[in-house]
Structures are given as structure tokens and as C-alpha cells.
């Protein structure tokens, strides 16, 4: 906490988003857990955040922080670096552009409903359901499907609205396991369409996952 020395603070206030944190070696991965801007900084920069969360104006985190390290940082510039990355709110009182919270998708969905995606049991389960589907291959070879069995109609127009059906449907479960598993791990997670080149691709952001430990990344 800032030290309480009977007068009100001097120097510039800060307010910081609501930041999440991950230690990774000598440095530390800081950002927003709903955003998509992620900044790695060291200890010393990892300081004055605390000292700035902890109510320190910049002036006093800069005091603070060369009565520690004895070297001088430069924590307007720092200040400024996040405020570019969007993790400040307020600066002197003065708001900061920064990008709107957005609401995930299926925001009825808890940690609590999908925590079993993180369990390593799900691992074998898929293991064992890949182990089943090569040995029907082997020892019932002719279950395996091949080409002339897309062709199950006549008619054209019902096997390709059939394919894009069920190609969507898979697209879907693909990224819904995207998500719950992000979710599993406190990330909101968005699912949204995108573009490769010129081709349509669904997409789920999960970047809050950079605060989550190794395992689970």
C-alpha cells in the first residue's frame, strides 16, 4: 500500500484495468483476461504495477521503486507503454481509449459446467475411442468407408446440402471444444467468423489463456 504519511498523495494517479498475472521464469505475462493484448515484463516492471495497483501515484512508484533497486525507471514511459496496450483505465483522472469489454460467447456457460475438459481421464477416453476405431479397421475391414459411400444419393443437391451440413456440425463441435476447455480455465472466449485469404474460417479467441499455468495452456 502506499505509505500513509497524513497527507493526500501528489503526482499523477493511475488506474489499471483489471489485469491478470502469470509468472514465466525471470519475467511475468501481464494482460487483461478478456482482451488480446499480452505484454511480458520483469520483476522490476511487475513492481511498479503492484505499487501502482496498491493506490502509488507514478512519481511515488518512481521513488519507491529507486529506493529498492537503486537504479532510476523511467515509469511514465512504462505507464504510457500500457496505456498503448490498453491496460489502463485512467490516467490524472483522465480516461484512456481502450477496447470495450465483449460479451463471450454462450455466457451461460460456467468453469463449473465444463471443468471436466481439463481432466486428463478426457485423454485416455479419446485415446480409447481411436484405439476402438483401428481395430474395427483391422479386424472388420469392410466398416472402413470410402469414397462411393459421400454418394449416397442420386441426387446431387442432397449430397453436397448433406456434406455442408455435416462438415458445419463438425466445425462447430471443433471450436465449441475450444471454448469450453478456455472457459474450464476461467477464459471468456469468443467464437467468431474470420477469413483466410479468401476463404471463410470460424475462429475462437482464447488469448486470456496466456495467464492460465502451463498444464492447462
Known sequence: MSENTGQAPTGTPV??????????????????????????????????IRLLQDGATVEEAERRMRAETGADLDVHDFVRTLGELGLVDTVGGRALPGRPQRTPTFPWLRARHVRWTLSPLLHVAVALVVAAGIAMAVTRPETVP??????????????????????????????????????????????RLGTRLQFLAVQTEVSGVWLAGRRIR
Do not use: C, K, Y
Open 146 to 191: 470410402g469414397w462411393r459411400d459421400l454418394l449416397w444419393s442420386e441426387h446431387g443437391t442432397l449430397v453436397l446440402l448433406s456434406q455442408v451440413a455435416v462438415g458445419w456440425t463438425l466445425i462447430l463441435l471443433h471450436e465449441l471444444a475450444h471454448l469450453s476447455t478456455a472457459r474450464a480455465a476461467g477464459v471468456p472466449g469468443r467464437i
Open 15 to 48: 488506474r489499471l484495468r483489471d489485469l491478470g498475472f502469470r509468472q514465466d521464469g525471470p519475467e511475468w505475462i501481464v494482460g487483461r483476461v478478456d482482451g488480446e493484448e499480452f505484454v511480458s515484463v520483469p520483476n522490476e516492471g511487475m513492481r511498479a
